[in-house]
């Protein structure tokens, strides 16, 4: 058992180092599970499946689905540990270097370099969304859609209501606007 916990333990570490999460963990789950002999191709394609309906990141969740079918509570614990030591360790070392030049003048300025940059980015997302989401496949713009983000922003500035109650009131009105009425 314990040779079989270290290879789990030893799979999801090169898994987490070697990949860069998400879909890109696919293959190498499956080929570290089927080579050791944990699983077959068909067990891992369902543990994937799983992994991406459950909420959270898929290597994490696929390292607790694969290390618990393979070696039960302590298989999961052994894999999930693995897949995160890359994470931790890197984010530990980042921190550890950024605490130490925080001051200084070069990571202040690379700084503010990044966080442009970064904004930069999420607004780039926000218009990709924005694109999929507003404008249909024939290049006609969804009123509806565009109302429904209106009242977003309304019920969580004005009302300060919380993040999942809005999403629940948008299942409930794409039900109705977009199911029931037929609405675009």
């Known amino acids: 058992m314990a040779g079989k916990l270290l290879q789990l ?18 293959p190498l789950v499956n080929s570290e599970m089927i080579s050791h002999g944990f699983m077959t191709q068909s067990e891992v394609m369902d543990i994937v499946a799983i992994a991406e309906m459950t909420p959270g990141p898929l290597g994490l969740n696929c390292a607790t689905f694969a290390g618990l079918r ?22 530990y070392v980042v921190g550890v270097f950024f605490e130490k030049f925080r001051k200084s ?8 370099g990044v966080r442009p940059s970064a904004i930069g980015m999420i607004l780039g997302v926000m218009v990709s969304l924005s694109l999929s989401n507003y404008v249909g496949e024939t290049g006609d713009i969804s009123y509806v859609s565009i109302l429904l983000s209106l009242l977003d922003v309304f019920l969580l500035v004005k009302l300060k209501m919380s993040i999942p109650k809005v999403i629940g009131i948008n299942a409930v009105l794409g039900i109705i606007l977009f199911g029931f009425l037929g609405l675009n």
């Open 9 to 26: 333990f030893l799979s999801f570490l090169k898994i987490g180092f070697t990949s860069f999460g998400g879909l890109s963990m696919v």
């Open 70 to 91: 393979a070696a039960g509570i302590l298989g999961a614990v052994v894999s999930v540990i693995g897949v995160l030591t890359p994470s931790f360790t890197l984010a």
């Open 105 to 112: 003048r070069t990571v202040s300025s690379m700084m503010n």
